[in-house]
Structures are given as structure tokens and as C-alpha cells.
T-cell receptor, first 110, second 113 residues
């Protein structure tokens, strides 16, 4: 079973920041937080990951709380192409097994 | 550089038959994982292969099997197909089992009739 909890859906206006929350209260010390997204009819796409520090790349920022029990994925300027299902996953380092939950369906509107 | 290639893209099989799906990972990647995606169960991990060895296996019956070749290409086989095996089968390629990023292919959509 997935170890994460996410809201089933969220809306965001184009050009605004999209903040997607995730709860992972049972995360272990050797587990990383990963975010993937799946645009309709495509395979999932890696976005970002982190252990305990905040991370930023060209796609998004990841904010992890100090107790590591929750995190937020931030898309700073959402576009229509960011409409997708976003999955928050906790993964043990050294193993490729990804346990997907139900994700958050993000709808970006004009 | 070329992405992950899965063949065929679409497949229709009859109950009781068997099927083999193929995945060619990104050049240089040695880890290949397989996932099944259905509307009811979502994305579920099937197994991972690294250097021709299965490293991890999900909770699927023995009808689901896989292998990896010396060139890192992987195949998965489903025997005695059931209607419930209809799904999108996705392959993910990584440089190693510990690599942070997995690259997914477009998937093979299997329909069992």
C-alpha cells in the first residue's frame, strides 16, 4: 500500500503557483520523497525528489517539513501543459520500486 | 538520446493465450522495472531487473514473469491471460537500482477479450 496521502483533485489558474500537498507521516529515515506526474496517455514523468532539505530544479520546488511527515510540490507558474495526475511517493534508497497511490489530479485552467 | 521503447504499443489477445511484451531501456541504463496500470488498481509495481537478475517483485501471481538480457533489454510474459489482465503495461529504465530517476516508456496497452 502507498504510504502517502494526497487530495484527489486541485484546480489552478494558468500563470499562478500550484501547491500540491502530500502527507507521509510514517516515512522512515532512509526513505526519500519523490514526485512524478502522468499526463494523459503517457508514462509517468519524474519531477523532483528530496530527503529532508528543500529542493528546486527547472520544473518545480519541493518543500519538506522539518519532521518529514509532509511535503509540498510547488509549480511556480502553472501552464495548461501542467494538467496531469501528480503522484507523491516515498521510496527507499537503492531500490527502484515505486509504490504509487491515487495521486492528485491537477487541472490548470486559462 | 533515445527514450524507453516499448513494443508493441497495442495488443489484443484472447483469454487463455499468453503474451510477451518488450522494453528497450535508454542506452547505458541497466535497471528495468515493469508496472501495470488499470483504472481500478492504479499503477502497480510488477518487478525490477538489474544486470539480468530480478531484484524485486510485486504482489502478482506467477503467471506474470520477466527476464532481462545482457544488453539490458527486458521482456515480460503473461501466461493464461484473464480479462482482468487488460491494462497499460509500463516499463521504466534507470541507470542503476539506486539511481534517483526512472524514465518511463509510453506503455503497451493490452486488451484481453
Amino acid at each position: 500500500d502507498a504510504k502517502t496521502t494526497q487530495p484527489p483533485s486541485m484546480d489552478c489558474a494558468e500563470g499562478r503557483a500550484a501547491n500540491l500537498p502530500c502527507n507521509h507521516s510514517t516515512i522512515s529515515g532512509n526513505e526519500y520523497v519523490y514526485w512524478y506526474r502522468q499526463i494523459h496517455s503517457q508514462g509517468p514523468q519524474y519531477i523532483i525528489h528530496g530527503l529532508k532539505n528543500n529542493e528546486t530544479n527547472e520544473m518545480a520546488s519541493l518543500i519538506i517539513t522539518e519532521d518529514r511527515k509532509s511535503s509540498t510540490l510547488i509549480l511556480p507558474h502553472a501552464t495548461l501543459r501542467d494538467t496531469a495526475v501528480y503522484y507523491c511517493i516515498v521510496r527507499v534508497a537503492g531500490f527502484q520500486k515505486l509504490v504509487f497511490g491515487t495521486g492528485t489530479r491537477l487541472l490548470v485552467s486559462p | 538520446k533515445a527514450g524507453v521503447t516499448q513494443t508493441p504499443r497495442y495488443l489484443i489477445k484472447t483469454r487463455g493465450q499468453q503474451v510477451t511484451l518488450s522494453c528497450s531501456p535508454i542506452s547505458g541504463h541497466r535497471s528495468v522495472s515493469w508496472y501495470q496500470q488499470t483504472p481500478g488498481q492504479g499503477l502497480q509495481f510488477l518487478f525490477e531487473y538489474f544486470s539480468e537478475t530480478q531484484r524485486n517483485k510485486g504482489n502478482f501471481p506467477g503467471r506474470f514473469s520477466g527476464r532481462q538480457f545482457s544488453n539490458s533489454r527486458s521482456e515480460m510474459n503473461v501466461s493464461t491471460l484473464e480479462l482482468g489482465d487488460s491494462a497499460l503495461y509500463l516499463c521504466a529504465s534507470s541507470f542503476s537500482s539506486g539511481a534517483p530517476e526512472a524514465f518511463f516508456g509510453q506503455g503497451t496497452r493490452l486488451t484481453v477479450v
